[in-house]
């Protein structure tokens, strides 16, 4: 059974850094995409980043393009999210989800497959 474990998260300041980990385990992550939700409270969850384990193709958010980057260690099974400048409005708890035989924007845009618990992220302004 595939688990994801996320890690990273913390309250920082505007225009801060963090970095993410999500460390997968159960079986390997080839043929899988996964990628990095967020849900703020009252918003709908948001498909923030995706990555193809085979290709590292990626998918970013809009919101988060140019700020974020999404990479992968293969050989740890583990997924990071480097997320610089970040604001106010990246608060929310961040979430690793990981599909097999599926796109990185079809895993951004869909969010199935199976998922962490989630990390707190907090910005303050």
């Known amino acids: 059974q595939l688990q994801l474990v996320e890690s990273g998260g913390g309250l920082v300041q505007a225009g801060g850094s963090l970095r993410l980990s999500c460390a997968a385990s159960?079986?390997?992550?080839?043929?899988?995409?996964i990628g990095w939700f967020r849900q703020a409270p009252g918003k709908e969850r948001e498909g923030v980043s995706c990555?193809?384990?085979?290709?590292?193709?990626?998918y970013y958010a809009d919101s988060v393009k140019g700020r974020f980057t999404i990479s992968r260690d293969n050989a740890k099974n583990t997924v990071y999210l480097q997320m610089n400048s970040l604001k106010p409005e990246d608060s929310g708890v961040y979430y690793c989800a990981a599909d097999r035989d599926i796109t990185v924007q079809g895993l951004c845009l869909l969010g199935l497959g199976s998922w962490g618990r989630g990390t707190q992220v907090t910005v303050s302004s």
């Open positions: 990555i193809s384990f085979n290709d590292g193709s990626t």
């Open positions: 159960g079986f390997s992550l080839n043929y899988h995409a």
